[in-house]
């Protein structure tokens, strides 16, 4: 099987070309080609033809295929359903804001974190994305909108902190200057508790921006809806994200997804506000999508409850609802899809 030269860094690159006689300097080409967004080696226009039938014989190089793009009427927002040479779809959402262009991508096809309000995790973990499958979503998101990406965030299909090894070096990847050159303030990574990932995450003192996936600040709740708090339960994961501040100095950003009767009571609030104490945390409330598997409804409580944690000094915003009208949340258009296919 030949190797996946898109997941391949710079160095890496190089020291495989100079295995093949050439010079540092074809490194360099190679790698700025790959990150433009070619499918095939015949598109590298300055390199000769022998080296490219070359490396057509020892690497492989494709690139997924649109199966669906859906673009909304209200805002913008672009979502993407592509399929990769082996059959697998996943999801990237391009969201268009004032500050610049944000892509929302995939790290993993399923997900098998099992959230019981969320549609990405239906039917599973499938397999791991490798550094250049995430690469490549926003490189031909780049490519097929004709918008340039300032801005990516790991909250797609999957669990990030489930596939770190393939992420960190995909972080690598999109934040080199011969790449994509997107610095680490501008990614965002999103995880529902997974500790020792947030652990090595803090050991490497990355300044990307942690956000964690909360959507309960007690663990009664939280195992009912997040599986995931039966292993790292809310309690341990609180003093792993304490642990992450001490050590990284970066505000970690917390997901809650406002949830009708479940997790909108006041004392919840209350609660969340305790448990950050001693360190700045930000709250995102998120206007639950309406999954029609999920027994789950949108909370009528959520501008209460952002007044309720305001009050006492912790910083909430509601986030901003993007491609309502074209099913943007995670998972939706994946699963309509394998519907359709009868999977």
Same mark, same amino acid.
């Given at each position: 099987?030949?190797?996946?030269?898109?997941?391949?860094?710079?160095?890496?690159?190089?020291?495989?070309?100079?295995?093949?006689?050439?010079?540092?300097?074809?490194?360099?080409?190679?790698?700025?080609?790959?990150?433009?967004?070619?499918?095939?080696?015949?598109?590298?226009?300055?390199?000769?033809?022998?080296?490219?039938?070359?490396?057509?014989?020892?690497?492989?190089?494709?690139?997924?295929?649109?199966?669906?793009? %859906?673009?909304? %009427?209200?805002?913008?927002?672009?979502?993407?359903?592509?399929?990769?040479?082996?059959?697998?779809?996943?999801?990237?959402?391009?969201?268009?804001?004032?500050?610049?262009?944000?892509?929302?991508?995939?790290?993993?096809?399923?997900?098998? #974190?099992?959230?019981?309000?969320?549609?990405?995790?239906?039917?599973?973990?499938?397999?791991?994305?490798?550094?250049?499958? #995430?690469?490549?979503?926003?490189?031909?998101?780049?490519?097929?909108?004709?918008?340039?990406?300032?801005?990516?965030?790991?909250?797609?299909?999957?669990?990030?902190?489930?596939?770190?090894?393939?992420?960190?070096?995909?972080?690598?990847?999109?934040?080199?200057? %011969?790449?994509?050159?997107?610095?680490?303030?501008?990614?965002?990574?999103?995880?529902?508790?997974?500790?020792?990932?947030?652990?090595?995450?803090?050991?490497?003192?990355?300044?990307?921006?942690?956000?964690?996936?909360?959507?309960?600040?007690?663990?009664?709740?939280?195992?009912?809806? #997040?599986?995931?708090?039966?292993?790292?339960?809310?309690?341990?994961?609180?003093?792993?994200?304490?642990?992450?501040?001490?050590?990284?100095?970066?505000?970690?950003?917390?997901?809650?997804?406002?949830?009708?009767?479940?997790?909108?009571?006041?004392?919840?609030?209350?609660?969340?506000?305790?448990?950050?104490?001693? #360190?700045?945390?930000?709250?995102?409330?998120?206007?639950?999508?309406?999954?029609?598997?999920?027994?789950?409804?949108?909370?009528?409580?959520?501008? %209460?409850?952002?007044?309720?944690?305001?009050?006492?000094?912790?910083?909430?915003?509601?986030?901003?609802?993007?491609?309502?009208?074209?099913?943007?949340?995670?998972?939706?258009?994946?699963?309509?899809?394998?519907?359709?296919?009868?999977?």
């Amino acid at each position: 099987m030949s190797a996946d030269i898109r997941s391949m860094t710079l160095e890496e690159l190089t020291e495989a070309l100079g295995e093949m006689g050439e010079p540092a300097f074809r490194g360099r080409q190679v790698f700025a080609w790959l990150h433009r967004g070619v499918r095939s080696f015949d598109e590298m226009s300055d390199i000769s033809k022998s080296l490219r039938e070359r490396l057509g014989e020892r690497f492989s190089l494709s690139g997924p295929a649109v199966a669906r793009k %859906q673009v909304s %009427q209200a805002d913008g927002t672009v979502k993407y359903l592509w399929e990769f040479p082996d059959g697998n779809c996943i999801e990237t959402v391009l969201m268009r804001y004032r500050h610049g262009n944000t892509v929302c991508i995939s790290s993993q096809v399923g997900c098998r #974190m099992g959230c019981a309000f969320c549609a990405s995790t239906l039917g599973g973990r499938v397999r791991d994305l490798t550094a250049g499958e #995430m690469a490549e979503q926003v490189i031909f998101t780049q490519a097929d909108s004709g918008l340039e990406v300032s801005n990516i965030v790991l909250m797609g299909i999957g669990e990030p902190m489930d596939n770190l090894d393939n992420v960190l070096r995909f972080l690598e990847l999109v934040n080199h200057p %011969q790449g994509l050159n997107i610095g680490m303030r501008h990614i965002s990574l999103s995880t529902c508790g997974v500790i020792p990932g947030i652990r090595r995450l803090a050991e490497l003192g990355l300044q990307l921006t942690l956000s964690v996936s909360l959507h309960a600040p007690d663990s009664e709740t939280r195992s009912r809806i #997040m599986p995931v708090n039966r292993a790292y339960d809310v309690e341990a994961l609180f003093g792993a994200c304490h642990e992450y501040f001490q050590r990284t100095g970066r505000r970690i950003s917390f997901e809650y997804a406002m949830i009708d009767g479940v997790n909108d009571a006041d004392w919840q609030a209350d609660l969340i506000v305790r448990r950050l104490r001693g #360190m700045p945390g930000h709250v995102n409330l998120i206007p639950l999508n309406d999954v029609s598997e999920s027994p789950f409804k949108p909370s009528r409580r959520t501008r %209460q409850f952002q007044r309720r944690l305001e009050s006492q000094g912790v910083t909430a915003t509601v986030r901003r609802s993007l491609g309502g009208d074209i099913d943007a949340s995670c998972g939706q258009l994946r699963r309509k899809a394998m519907e359709k296919e009868g999977q």
